[in-house]
């Protein structure tokens, strides 16, 4: 016989109807049919009239949610007839449609306030509002069968009151730092990494993504205007396609400039700072010849937008070209999806991908004469007309741009901030010098069947089901991991944790590599690193912790820190050779927490033999000077 336990709960039959006690009945232990699968209660509009709940339907039928009811505090409201939750998807519903729209860029499938969109179904009953300190949230079926409980931050477990539905702690967002504020943390539940799905309920928070007991699909955070549906599965793609590998800054300048000197019909270009003049200069010709040119660029990069930024971008304006910024404006209620845009990809004519981990920068692009050498970046481009991969940077790119969402500022020269230069300001051509003799003077280019995967934050980065973590955990004895990074911090988390408690899991994933067998080598930055080495979180640290534990644990693994081209490795390059074949990933992914959970950024991830010996090649060549 089904067991059931009463919950009496505060309902209110209608808004302006009498309050009464209505028995709730608690389900068997049979999976819910629908789910509470987000929560968004601390948002960052004033009022926070864009707060919303998410159901999931769990099953293989559709789900019809006439007559179902949400309750939070002592408000009911109840779904009518005509919304339907199709097999394995999720519903938004806001407490009011317009706002929710304004902050997510697509409206919800319902709301349950104000009556401020005509073509979404209003919910009936008392609208619940969802405190920011905390609460306790329950859905129930039309039988008054409880469904489903979350309860976040102060809410009510159950742990003093007797009230069922939920074990052990309250789910709480996730803000080791003060990058990763409650303010706008939408709580979500954790998705399976094979399907995409929200993992099965057990009424714990170790359902949701801010379990801080896991440090893969745990301790993370979602903020409005992510589209975690669409790009979390980044399968691979095996394809026949051209490759390109270009190495910064020995030729990429020359590189990048004859490919997009070639551009016939658009340039999309998506970096984090764009300072390089001649790089401008080409750009705008492309502009002016007819070529399609858009342009977006980070808002608010460390230290500020440069003069010679804004110069570059009067220039590209000037020529034609369309060009925005993602920016947060708090004066506005405007906040960036994303901590920084930091990815650092082009996609030309629809038909060629670029990824790398450079700026359009006179650093990492410069154009003097290479023979008595040059100085600049470390850094790698890689090119491909793979067209699964193409198509993969043009949804991101048309995703990030999409001026539906509140965040993408489209460029005015009067702006103070972000506008045009200051009157008489004259661009700098000025690149390059003698430091490092040019090792590497052209580009690799093979053809052939690769394997590509697209990896991407804050949606994918720190997938082990496939992935560059994926890889790294099939690595073993006879395997080869080669890293050459700006940064890799030995811990994530607050600045005073350590990397028991905050592990960094890329750096642990090559230590476990390293405990099965595998060789493994960490090159990472010294010229950016040698200005915070009291940090602990510096490179120095980190070389030292790999250090003192392949010493003690007797593996084949080896730090150096190193400046091999003069202006510091900015690269994001890693390299493995893995059961006989040889993998890249390169990209604007750095080790920091931020960076895979906050930012955006894009790697590519590819299998192939010559491209992974022509960079071991640069590896060695810059680990021979390192220390």
Not at 512 to 536: E, I, K, M
Request: hydrophobic share 40%.
């Amino acid at each position: 016989m089904r067991r059931l336990t009463l919950l009496f709960v505060l309902c209110l039959l209608a808004a302006d109807g009498p309050t009464v006690y209505l028995p709730l009945l608690r389900r068997d232990t049979a999976a819910a049919p629908v789910q509470i699968s987000a929560l968004y209660y601390d948002t960052y509009l004033t009022g926070e009239p864009d707060e919303a709940f998410q159901l999931y339907n769990p099953l293989a039928q559709p789900i019809s949610l006439e007559g179902w009811q949400l309750t939070a505090g002592k408000r009911t409201v109840v779904f009518p007839a005509g919304i339907v939750l199709a097999p394995h998807a999720q519903l938004w519903c806001a407490r009011q449609a317009a706002d929710f729209r304004r902050s997510f860029a697509f409206a919800p499938g319902c709301e349950y306030a104000a009556d401020t969109d005509p073509g979404v179904p209003n919910l009936t009953g008392s609208a619940p509002t969802f405190a920011n300190t905390g609460g306790r949230v329950t859905l129930a079926s039309p039988d008054r069968t409880y469904q489903d409980v979350l309860v976040y931050e102060a809410g009510d477990t159950g742990a003093g009151s007797g009230l069922t539905g939920w074990r052990g702690p309250a789910v709480e967002p996730y803000r080791p730092t003060r990058s990763f504020d409650a303010e706008g943390q939408i709580l979500y539940r954790k998705l399976d990494q094979a399907s995409g799905l929200p993992v099965p309920d057990t009424d714990t928070r170790a359902d949701w993504a801010q379990d801080p007991a896991d440090v893969i699909d745990g301790r993370r955070v979602q903020r409005p205007g992510w589209d975690l549906a669409r790009f979390f599965l980044s399968p691979p793609v095996t394809e026949t396609a051209n490759l390109q590998a270009i190495i910064a800054p020995d030729h990429a300048f020359d590189a990048l400039a004859g490919l997009l000197q070639a551009a016939q019909a658009r340039i999309q270009i998506e970096v984090y700072t764009f300072e390089s003049a001649r790089l401008a200069e080409i750009v705008a010709e492309r502009a002016q010849a007819g070529v399609q040119v858009e342009l977006l660029l980070e808002g608010a990069p460390a230290g500020g937008v440069t003069d010679q930024q804004r110069w570059v971008v009067q220039r590209l304006s000037q020529a034609g070209a369309r060009v925005a910024y993602l920016r947060s404006q708090p004066a506005q209620d405007v906040a960036g999806r994303y901590a920084y845009q930091h990815a650092k990809f082009l996609v030309l004519d629809e038909r060629l991908a670029l990824i790398g981990s450079e700026n359009l920068s006179p650093d990492a692009f410069p154009d003097d004469p290479k023979a008595d050498g040059t100085l600049g970046r470390r850094g790698l481009y890689l090119v491909t007309d793979a067209p699964s991969v193409v198509a993969r940077l043009a949804a991101i790119f048309a995703a990030d741009s999409d001026p539906a969402h509140r965040d993408v500022w489209p460029w005015e020269p009067q702006d103070a901030q972000l506008g045009a230069p200051p009157p008489g300001f004259q661009p700098s051509y000025l690149t390059g010098g003698a430091f490092y003799p040019v090792r590497f003077p052209t580009p690799l280019s093979a053809s052939g069947a690769f394997t590509f995967q697209v990896v991407q934050a804050p949606e994918n980065a720190l997938a082990t089901h496939d992935g560059w973590l994926g890889l790294v955990g099939r690595a073993a004895a006879g395997d080869i991991l080669l890293v050459e990074a700006l940064d890799e911090p030995s811990f994530w988390g607050p600045s005073d944790s350590d990397p028991v408690r905050d592990p960094n899991p890329r750096l642990e994933a090559y230590i476990r590599a390293a405990r099965r067998g595998a060789t493994v080598r960490v090159l990472l930055d010294a010229f950016f690193d040698n200005q915070d080495l009291g940090s602990p979180r510096s490179n120095l640290r980190t070389v030292e912790y790999l250090r003192a534990l392949a010493r003690v644990e007797g593996l084949d693994l080896e730090a150096r820190r190193g400046n091999p081209t003069g202006r510091g490795i900015h690269n994001k390059m890693l390299l493995a050779r893995v059961a006989g074949a040889g993998w890249v990933m390169a990209g604007s992914l750095n080790g920091g927490e931020l960076s895979s959970k906050l930012n955006r950024e894009v790697s590519l991830l590819v299998r192939s033999d010559a491209a992974c010996d022509y960079l071991a090649a640069l590896f060695w060549a810059d680990w021979q000077d390192a220390m």
